[in-house]
């Protein structure tokens, strides 16, 4: 590696040393409790998939660099330089790892590998070897942030096409304004996806519960913190943020995606809003009476798979199997659940990443969870659990379907 | 020569250490607290005890350890109480406090288990690392810190047992007064090394034990064994 990269690298490291970073550095004992808390390492028992073993490839790059003890005994601490195989070992921990947290609340000390892989992801970004894919989708969500105005019209054209979806399945008479875009004062901006279900079914509930809503010109998943960049993340974020702050919104609600509803929530500090993600919303409107679903419509087994950022990191748990129970008659946990479910394997960017052959592997935690429960049907809140979810239904033949939470309540909404 | 070794193990370094420990903790501290915050939370749930609560329960109780592994709990709850021992115990070599005898006791307490104790938990954590997977994750440093540690406590273990138990008395029994004299000289900064321990056969031993507890006191601060203070900080970050 040229001495200039090693440079560039170093003052990387240097400026992510906030304070949990030092305390996740100088804590870890190694008492191997996390060892094998990790999907990745279910599915693929090798030290490399442990969140110790992933969190040592950083440690030891801050020992070498930022303490004394590893620049003058680099041997006892095992304390390592930049250097190509480094690179290629962050590579390794940090696409392997999903950012499920699971590890934390393993942890004695409460050690948040997620954290330090978003160091090595940093890294790997200025060394060029971050996954192409990502870097390019976070720029292209940057680029949209720059210059949305071109993009307002085309989108309006799409939406509009969307608009008749909605009219059909709320048998309506006209389909105009009924996915709302730039609606000052509105109570509730909406934040989604690219796909059309991602709008189309909140859309439905959104109307349904006659709530003053508008649609976000903008996607909710943050390419930025996937791919690791904190720059991209944060301005990627914060198109979010001030498009909220113009419309003067109370509430940003965030799509079924884990990750986007816990930037929002949790990683953005203090907002001039309320943070909300659609479950809670549909959970809020059942309880108050603004929308209803037919009671006990669905009779086949079913079950629920927390997204990690959803439940574990988000605090949302029973909102959505609240929701869930009202529909079906054969409701099944899994097990284990809530702070301990295991991941599905497809967070932290990994769905995007052409990976397929690791993703089953590292799912085989989850399609255990899946095939003991005996149910029919999984539903999750979460657009890459979704996707990863099929890929383990398709990767080990499972005879399930895999659906979204707003999905189930659209098919079953009484109006 | 060997004397001024064997006065600058008892004395200056004795110093020396308790600066490096003091001074490395809160030069530690000061750099964590002068470091950038994390702007959001790095919160997990479910929350089932409030934060002071819930922290305290997770750094004294490790119910982490409990879950996984309960061998390696017992251990864990078994060295650290008995290292709570440990310090009370070495107070009582400084003087007597009347607090510490609600339950009458012999200097030193625990009757030699606390070391017992102490050397059974520090070889398990010690041989625990030789097998698959620990070996794997373990650097030098931590068989380095164990040993160090195993050593400090059989030499420290041995003066206490042949002081109590050892049937001649006489030769190998140094008194606890001889220690008090020693220690709590040391704390009002007029340090003397009393006759009762420099002629006493074991004295060689005592230097031994000094030196080695000096070389785990300047360790603590740059060592993962820093987690007896940063353990509360990076816990109170997941409730945060």
């Known amino acids: 590696?040229?001495?200039?990269?090693?440079?560039?690298?170093?003052?990387?490291?240097?400026?992510?040393?906030?304070?949990?970073?030092?305390?996740?550095i100088d804590t870890c004992t190694r008492c191997g409790l996390c060892y094998d808390t990790c999907h990745a390492f279910q599915g693929i028992p090798k030290k490399e998939y442990s969140p110790v073993g992933r969190a040592e490839v950083v440690r030891k790059l801050y020992k070498k660099y930022t303490r004394a003890s590893g620049f003058l005994f680099p041997y006892g601490a095992d304390a390592t330089k930049f250097g190509d195989t480094v690179m290629d070992q962050l590579y390794e921990a940090a696409w392997s790892c999903t950012g499920c947290r699971r590890c934390v609340v393993n942890c004695p000390f409460g050690i948040d590998t997620g954290q330090m892989m978003g160091v090595a992801k940093q890294l790997l970004i200025v060394n060029g070897t971050a996954p192409e894919e990502l870097v390019m989708l976070a720029d292209a969500a940057v680029e949209k942030g720059k210059s949305i105005d071109q993009f307002k019209e085309g989108y309006r054209n799409v939406i509009r096409d969307l608009e008749k979806e909605v009219q059909k399945a709320l048998n309506l008479p006209a389909p105009d304004g009924l996915i709302p875009m730039e609606k000052k004062?509105?109570?509730?901006?909406?934040?989604?996806?690219?796909?059309?279900?991602?709008?189309v079914n909140p859309a439905i509930i959104f109307n349904a519960a006659r709530e003053n809503w508008t649609l976000s010109f903008f996607e909710a998943v943050n390419f930025g913190f996937f791919a690791g960049d904190p720059e991209k993340a944060n301005f990627i974020a914060q198109r979010i943020i001030k498009e909220a702050t113009a419309l003067n919104v109370k509430e940003v609600v965030i799509v079924e995606c884990g990750t986007a509803f816990r930037i929002l929530r949790a990683l953005m500090g203090r907002l001039p809003f309320r943070v909300s993600s659609i479950v809670e919303v549909i959970h809020r409107y059942l309880k108050e009476g603004k929308i209803r679903v037919k009671e006990g419509a669905v009779s086949d087994a079913v079950t629920y798979h927390d997204p990690c950022q959803l439940g574990r990191n988000g605090g949302v748990f029973e909102e959505p199997r609240e929701v869930i129970r009202k529909i079906v008659t054969d409701y099944r946990e899994m097990s284990?659940?809530?702070?301990?479910?295991?991941?599905c394997g497809g967070g932290g960017g990994l769905?995007?990443?052409?990976?397929?052959?690791?993703?089953?592997?590292?799912?085989?935690?989850?399609?255990?969870?899946?095939?003991?429960?005996?149910?029919?049907?999984?539903?999750?809140?979460?657009?890459?659990?979704?996707s990863q979810l099929k890929t383990i239904q398709s990767g080990y033949g499972l005879d399930v379907e895999v659906k979204y939470l707003t999905e189930l309540v659209c098919e079953n909404l009484d109006v | 020569m060997w004397s001024k070794i064997f006065y600058f193990a008892m004395v200056p370094m004795v110093y020396a250490a308790f600066a490096v420990l003091i001074g490395g903790l809160l030069f530690k501290l000061a750099v964590v607290f002068f470091s950038k915050k994390f702007s959001g939370s790095l919160a997990t749930y479910p929350k089932r005890l409030p934060r002071?609560?819930?922290?305290?329960a997770e750094a004294f109780a490790v119910p982490a350890a409990w879950k996984k592994d309960k061998v390696f709990w017992f251990f864990i709850i078994a060295f650290h109480a008995a290292f709570a021992l440990l310090?009370?115990?070495?107070l009582e070599l400084i003087r007597e406090f009347k607090a510490l005898q609600i339950v009458p006791h012999e200097v030193f307490l625990g009757a030699g288990w606390v070391g017992i104790v102490l050397m059974i938990s520090v070889l398990y954590f010690f041989f625990r690392r030789f097998k698959s997977p620990w070996r794997e994750i373990s650097v030098p440093e931590d068989f380095l810190l164990l040993i160090l540690l195993f050593l400090t406590m059989f030499i420290g273990s041995h003066l206490h047992l042949s002081a109590r138990y050892y049937a001649g008395g006489g030769a190998f029994d140094i008194p606890v007064e001889a220690y008090r004299e020693y220690l709590?000289?040391?704390?009002?900064?007029?340090?003397?090394?009393?006759?009762?321990?420099?002629?006493?056969?074991?004295y060689v031993l005592v230097v031994l034990h000094v030196f080695l507890a000096n070389l785990v006191l300047m360790m603590i601060p740059f060592s993962k064994v820093v987690h007896m203070a940063f353990a509360f900080l990076s816990l109170n970050l997941r409730r945060k």
């Open chain 1, 1 to 24: 590696m040229e001495k200039e990269k090693a440079l560039e690298l170093k003052k990387i490291l240097k400026t992510r040393l906030n304070r949990p970073m030092r305390y996740y």
């Open chain 1, 185 to 199: 004062d509105a109570k509730i901006l909406y934040v989604a996806l690219a796909g059309a279900h991602s709008i």
């Open chain 1, 336 to 343: 284990p659940t809530r702070g301990q479910n295991w991941c």
């Open chain 1, 351 to 386: 769905v995007a990443l052409d990976n397929e052959e690791f993703r089953i592997k590292s799912g085989k935690p989850k399609k255990e969870q899946i095939v003991a429960t005996g149910a029919k049907i999984v539903v999750t809140a979460c657009e890459n659990c979704v």
């Open chain 2, 52 to 56: 002071p609560v819930g922290v305290a």
């Open chain 2, 87 to 90: 310090f009370i115990g070495h």
């Open chain 2, 184 to 202: 709590s000289s040391l704390v009002a900064f007029r340090p003397v090394v009393p006759s009762g321990l420099a002629d006493s056969p074991h």
